[in-house]
């Protein structure tokens, strides 16, 4: 009996345990679910829930006032986001992986998954994070069960065919740019990579309180 409990541990089968839940770490029902979420007490991983605010929120490519968004603009302004998060998270340990929802479900939109190389750094950095605040919003962290992206992540939204769009329950993980990657990431593998953009303070960044 133990062993089938364990074999079906997280998966549809499990009519104990959300399956959602246990994958990426959010469900659509919330606590309304009527299986358990095991909340992890400890974890490599965290979750910043809700915490990116893309600027076309309300209507894709449209911004706030009902004007088009160069596509070129959304990028930047992510990729502006997740260098402000990765900077000051990676003071608290090595970075295995920093993903960042796509989707557009209550649920997941914004979701912000960061998996340290070891169990202590995310503590330490979910200690840091209490009571923090973003662009003026509560950073609200948790430790997450997610610990292997690829179960979490939709395989076929990464081959641009998802029919589910942003409402799929796995993540559409929004990607970075290469030199972005490099210049991130690159600091753990030895060597170091040359900044391509400047470090002044725009106007977003004194907003913030992170």
Request: some cysteine.
């Amino acid at each position: 009996m133990a062993e089938h409990l364990a074999s079906i541990f997280g998966t549809e089968k499990d009519r104990v345990n959300c399956p959602f839940y246990f994958k990426i770490g959010a469900c659509r029902h919330g606590d309304r679910c009527s299986r358990l979420h095991n909340r992890p007490t400890i974890s490599p991983t965290l979750l910043l829930s809700n915490m990116y605010q893309r600027p076309d929120m309300i209507t894709p490519g449209i911004d706030a006032q009902g004007q088009p968004l160069d596509p070129q603009k959304i990028q930047e302004h992510f990729e502006e986001f997740y260098e402000d998060i990765f900077e000051e998270l990676d003071k608290f340990g090595e970075i295995e992986s920093l993903n960042v929802c796509d989707n557009l479900a209550d649920h997941m939109i914004g979701n912000v998954y960061v998996q340290f190389k070891e169990e202590d750094q995310a503590a330490a950095a979910l200690q840091a994070l209490q009571g923090r605040f973003y662009s003026g919003r509560p950073i609200i962290a948790d430790f997450s069960p997610v610990t292997d992206f690829r179960e979490a992540t939709c395989r076929q939204f990464e081959e641009n065919n998802c029919n589910r769009g942003g409402y799929c329950n796995f993540m559409h993980v929004k990607l970075i740019g290469r030199d972005l990657r490099k210049q991130l990431f690159g600091r753990y593998r030895g060597y170091r990579i040359s900044r391509s953009r400047s470090r002044s303070v725009s106007p977003r960044r004194r907003e913030k309180d992170l």
